[in-house]
């Protein structure tokens, strides 16, 4: 396992994005999506949606990650 971010796409709202994150977080994501019974796009719109617009999409999801985490 590496801690050097790895680019992924993502669908937004029908729009192709990526986001670098570390495969921890990225694994952590696709865990909490299939956890809440999303697909991962949807969860992402969703971290999108909430953001503000200066903070990243990876930095939001990191973060998203580590709340999840903290309240379970």
Do not use: C, Y
Not at 13 to 42: C, M, Y
Request: proline fraction near 3%; charged fraction near 30%; hydrophobic fraction near 45%.
């Amino acid at each position: 396992m590496s801690g050097r971010p790895v680019k992924r796409s993502l669908t937004l709202r029908g729009h192709r994005t990526s986001v670098s994150l570390e495969d921890a977080f990225w694994r952590a994501f696709r865990d909490i999506a299939a956890a809440e019974n999303k697909p991962i796009n949807q969860l992402a719109a969703e971290i999108d949606a909430d953001r503000d617009m200066d903070v990243g999409l990876a930095s939001a999801i990191r973060v998203h990650v580590l709340d999840h985490f903290r309240k379970n």
